[in-house]
C-alpha cells in the first residue's frame, strides 16, 4: 500500500505553477466572474494545491482566475504535497474534492439569505455539475463561453 501524501502550508510564484493538461473541470465565464468577485470581496480563501514540482493537483479555476488579476510574479498560498501524486491517485483526488463526496446544499435553508451572489439549485443531481462542452479555453482548460 502506497503511503498517503503529507501536506505542508506553502507560498509559490503564479508563474511556478504547471497546469494538468488533463483537468476536466471546466467553469462558465458567469462562474468565473462570481469567482473573481470573490476574490475581490474575501481574498484567496482556497489554497490551490501542487505536488513537488508545482504541478497543480486542486485549484485550476483559482490559478486561472488569479492570472487574469496578477502578473505570474504573485505569490499565493498553496498545499504541497511531500510527493508526486500517481495518475491514479491524481484522476481519484479530483473526484472526491469535486464530485460531491463533500456534501451538498440543503436549498430551502438557504432560500433566504441575503446574498449578493445567485446560485440557483441544480436542475436535477445529474445537471448539479454540468458545463457545456468547451467552445473556448482559458490557461488550463478553465474558463469556457
Request: glycine letters at 6%.
Given at each position: 500500500?502506497?503511503?498517503?501524501p ?13 497546469p ?15 469567482l473573481?468577485?470573490s476574490?475581490?470581496k474575501?481574498?484567496?480563501v482556497?489554497?490551490?494545491a501542487?505536488?513537488?514540482d508545482?504541478?497543480v493537483?486542486?485549484?485550476?479555476q483559482?490559478l486561472?482566475?488569479?492570472l487574469?488579476l ?5 505569490e499565493?498560498?498553496a498545499?504541497?504535497?511531500?510527493r ?9 483526488l ?10 451538498g ?9 441575503d ?10 443531481p ?20
Amino acid at each position: 500500500m502506497t503511503t498517503p501524501p503529507l501536506w505542508t502550508n506553502i507560498r509559490v510564484k503564479l508563474g511556478d505553477l504547471k497546469p494538468w493538461q488533463d483537468n476536466p473541470r471546466m467553469s462558465s465565464k458567469a462562474q468565473a466572474r462570481r469567482l473573481l468577485a470573490s476574490f475581490d470581496k474575501f481574498g484567496q480563501v482556497q489554497t490551490v494545491a501542487v505536488d513537488p514540482d508545482g504541478s497543480v493537483l486542486d485549484g485550476h479555476q483559482r490559478l486561472s482566475a488569479l492570472l487574469t488579476l496578477h502578473s505570474a510574479d504573485y505569490e499565493l498560498d498553496a498545499r504541497q504535497s511531500n510527493r508526486a501524486l500517481t495518475d491514479a491517485e491524481r484522476r481519484e483526488l479530483v473526484i472526491s474534492l469535486h464530485a460531491g463526496a463533500v456534501g451538498g446544499w440543503d436549498w430551502e435553508r438557504v432560500a433566504g439569505w441575503d446574498a449578493a451572489w445567485s446560485y440557483p439549485p441544480p436542475m436535477s443531481p445529474s445537471h448539479s455539475n454540468a458545463c457545456p462542452p468547451p467552445s473556448r479555453t482559458y490557461q488550463s482548460r478553465g474558463w469556457n463561453d
